[in-house]
């Protein structure tokens, strides 16, 4: 029955050029540089931690807070042998790479070696001495919102083919929005919705010049950062120095969730928290229902694919792809007022500082995904919190070194050290082609 | 004909469309005729140049009239003389034409006015040209160089270090010197450039995160006792000796550094390069179509690694005639990174093509020399300037767009492609 079916065949899209990876699991190459570079990690651990730290030394992780109605024991480990043991285990798991002995979750292995070593690297800078891990956690879902939100708008506007690399422009300008309109109005909630006004305004900006106008998508994106840094910055000093009070919006307070927020750890960390953070989930759950088992996301999906196919069909490519950027935008301009409305309470000259471009990176290390970017956007604020943490720790690392390492995370991931991910087929093509 | 000529296989897509033969080379007046003949072919170049011409400057224009709206739209007191529009509308006119007028007045006066202003206008167009240069040669490779930033950071740094750490005879200290920002800024280039063609990482995110890292290794450089000068707990690092500063030259009553020298002479390099040499036509090629050039049996990854090599160098370069150049001489925190961005403006409106690099390069130092003079006198922010620039950019990157403004009839094909997209 099945001779009047024609098999589905690689060849079905002949004006796309050939894909130049196949997709099956790693290269050995591949496989024996993460072996080689967990390997390293291990005797980072076992040199630096282990045998850096004097014998005797405790570190105390506590996990709950003294106010907290159901209290956790703190745990604390002896930072010497801690060092040594999770060093070594990090050993094993990139001689069992090396050995061959993983082949198909190779990225599983360096993610558990990864977090061994984060692990062994806190007990280090905590030895003889508190670290909340609790207040590490919470810093970074904190700090992972934006990000998250950001690689959001991008893969909104990325599943539809536009390429969103005016995010960070975006946030920017939605920052600015926000604390003027929210201290002009005297209410906050004025300033979230002009601050994704302004989102959903940039974002038909990038459309037009991406749809309609066919500018190079890349540098139509980066013509709206620098605009948007250019116009901020002149209006902050014309406008926001002369008339401080416009600058003042005030912030967001933490609510709980009753009866959830009464969970032991995780009621802290996850039910009482700012508005920005609830929204979060809701909207990387909204989405990834909306884009994977609604007709409208498979509509925006098929667009970003393989536009043609979809106008064949009888999907209006365009408008989808203008409402997609839109919606992006909107997005965007939410992960805006976070900086002025729950992270400052005022704002300041790129006080975004290459977020938007972090964020894109997680979209790119969460392969398109919602739940994938929401990971990525995690690991990010993950790096940012633990630079900090360790900044304040005085441990012997140069403070400018512990600045630079969520940029260099971000090269390691597009790099592709962290698995190479395939963007939507149509990603940054203009339709119909030339 | 032996080496690629212009006209064959190559005006790439990278190469902007209608500018024709526009500022570089080409194959006109094939020896045809003569006369009649001759004058026809002068026409068709000034009539290719002229169109060429047109869309900057309409750019330029629009960008210029939208700056003055900004302007008049942020100035409390203008915008009081509006408020009262319908009982007093010459006076609102009055205002912002006032304004307007003055600040652009200043704009140009301190920028071209005197002699004295136009040497300075030379001298901030000189790291422009040379940064201008870094992001054209890579936008030819399909590259876009959003790392020159990083790069003069890191050329500076070294061409810096090389300045005040060595005591030599200045015609071995400056070249040295210069030496060393180009090495510094072409290792930092390379390591997008070997990113991209090793793993196919995309420089735009690399090279900006390499930017945020630049500014770390700078600060991290002051800190330490080899730079610092002596006595001083602030980011500042010793000045440059003077035997390693660019020579001040004197033409009449305009002054400007030798570093303008060197960027003409870089200019002529990257257009010999691209336009006359068999890697010049390889790495146009990759940047016109990789897929078409690994097909031909050239080596895209590192055609994609010398181009961001050579980026990577006149970005250093536009760094060390800042820190050999511009008075002061003293590494600061994230020394100069703007004008790296303002390089890709210049790139951008330049076409890509070293002579409009250089053309764009001296109105972009127009801007920048005149900004601070109308800040002092007229209370407009030099920030102004960066709204302009990025309008310019716009303009020019949306070439449809102006052409629709002004109702001039499309000429070719409108989409025009700089860069690679994610998954290549």
């Known amino acids: ?434 | 004909m032996s080496t690629a000529t212009t006209d064959a296989p190559a005006q790439p897509p990278a190469e902007p469309p209608d500018d024709g033969s526009g500022g570089g080379g080409g194959g006109g007046g094939e020896g045809s005729g003569r006369g009649a003949a001759f004058g026809a072919a002068l026409w068709s170049r000034l009539r290719a140049l002229a169109n060429a011409l047109l869309l900057p400057a309409l750019a330029l224009f629009t960008a210029l009239v939208i700056g003055a709206l900004v302007m008049i739209f942020t100035d409390p007191n203008t915008l009081n003389q509006w408020s009262s529009f319908f009982a007093d509308p010459v006076g609102a006119l009055k205002a912002s034409w006032d304004l307007v007028s003055d600040a652009y007045g200043a704009l140009f006066h301190y920028s071209l006015g005197t002699p004295e202003f136009f040497g300075r206008t030379l001298t901030e167009a000189t790291p422009l040209a040379l940064g201008g240069l870094s992001v054209a040669l890579a936008f030819r490779a399909g590259l876009f160089n959003i790392g020159a930033a990083g790069q003069l950071v890191i050329g500076a740094t070294c061409a810096g270090y090389v300045g005040f750490a060595f005591d030599l005879p200045a015609p071995i200290h400056l070249p040295l010197a210069v030496l060393a920002g180009f090495a510094g800024g072409a290792a930092w280039g390379s390591i997008a450039g070997v990113l991209k063609a090793r793993t196919g990482a995309h420089e735009v995110i690399t090279t900006i995160m390499l930017n945020y890292i630049s500014y770390r290794v700078l600060d991290y450089a002051l800190r330490s006792q080899r730079f610092r000068p002596p006595g001083r707990a602030d980011l500042i690092s010793r000045p440059v000796h003077d035997s390693a500063r660019l020579p001040i030259i004197d033409v009449g009553d305009v002054r400007f550094h030798a570093g303008l020298f060197l960027a003409i002479a870089a200019a002529v390099a990257v257009w010999w390069l691209l336009e006359r040499s068999t890697v010049g036509f390889r790495m146009r090629t990759v940047g016109a179509n990789p897929f078409a050039a690994r097909y031909a049996g050239m080596s895209v990854g590192a055609m994609y690694i010398l181009a961001m090599v050579l980026a990577g160098g006149l970005a250093g370069l536009m760094g060390t005639v800042n820190i050999t150049g511009r008075p002061s001489f003293t590494l600061t925190s994230g020394y100069y990174a703007f004008l790296g961005f303002d390089a890709i403006a210049v790139a951008l409106l330049g076409r890509a093509n070293p002579a409009g690099v250089l053309g764009a390069a001296f109105l972009f130092g127009v801007l920048r020399a005149g900004s601070t003079g109308m800040q002092a006198n007229t209370d407009t922010p030099v920030d102004i300037i960066v709204v302009i620039q990025a309008l310019i950019i716009l303009f020019v990157a949306a070439p449809a767009l102006v052409r629709q403004i002004y109702r001039i009839k499309a000429g070719r094909a409108t989409g025009q492609s700089f860069t690679t997209n994610w998954g290549l």
């Open chain 1, 1 to 434: 029955m099945a001779t009047t079916l024609t098999p589905p065949s690689p060849a079905a899209e002949p004006e796309e050029p050939p894909a130049p990876e196949v997709r099956t699991g790693l290269s050995d190459a591949r496989r024996v540089g993460i072996g080689v570079f967990v390997l390293l990690l291990g005797v980072v651990s076992i040199v630096s931690f282990g045998l850096g730290s004097a014998s005797g030394l405790d570190s105390r992780l506590v996990l709950s807070r003294a106010a907290d109605a159901v209290q956790v024991p703190d745990i604390v480990l002896p930072a010497r042998v801690t060092g040594l043991v999770l060093g070594a285990a990090i050993l094993f798991l990139g001689a069992a790479l090396l050995a061959g002995l993983v082949r198909h979750r190779v990225y599983l292995v360096l993610g558990i070696a990864l977090g061994l070593f984060a692990v062994a690297l806190l007990t280090w800078a905590a030895r003889g001495a508190d670290t909340s891990v609790i207040g590490l956690l919470d810093g970074t879902l904190f700090r992972a919102t934006p990000l998250a939100f950001g690689a959001l708008a991008g893969l909104l506007c990325e599943r539809s083919g536009v390429i969103n690399i005016a995010i960070e422009g975006m946030l920017l300008t939605s920052a600015f929005v926000s604390a003027l309109t929210a201290s002009a109005s005297g209410n906050i909630f004025v300033g979230l919705v002009a601050g994704m006004a302004s989102g959903a305004i940039l974002g038909l900006f990038l459309g037009a010049l991406s749809i309609r106008y066919r500018v190079d998508q890349i540098i139509g994106g980066t013509v709206i950062n620098i605009f948007a840094l250019g116009l901020t910055s002149y209006l902050g000093a014309r406008v926001l120095s002369t008339y401080p009070d416009l600058n003042n919006p005030g912030s967001f307070r933490a609510f709980g969730i009753p009866g959830l927020e009464r969970l032991p750890v995780l009621g802290e960390l996850l039910f009482r928290n700012t508005i920005y953070v609830y929204l979060m989930f809701i909207l990387v759950f909204g989405l990834w229902w909306a884009l994977f088992r609604t007709r409208w996301g498979l509509r925006v999906r098929s667009v970003g694919e393989h536009p043609r196919a979809a106008d064949t069909v009888g999907i209006n490519v365009l408008r989808t792809r203008y409402r997609s950027v839109m919606l992006g935008g909107v997005v965007a301009g939410l992960g805006g007022t976070w900086f002025t409305l729950e992270a400052t309470g005022e704002f300041n000259e790129n006080m975004t500082a290459g977020k938007g471009y972090i964020a894109l990176a997680a979209l790119i290390f969460g392969r398109w995904h919602p739940v994938g970017a929401l990971i990525a956007a995690l690991v990010f604020g993950f790096t940012e919190e633990l630079q900090t943490r360790l900044a304040v720790l005085n441990t012997p690392i140069p403070s400018d070194f512990l600045l630079m390492t969520p940029y260099v995370v971000t090269i390691i991931v597009v790099a592709g050290l962290v698995g190479r991910s395939r963007p939507p087929a149509a990603d940054g093509q203009p339709y119909p082609p030339d």
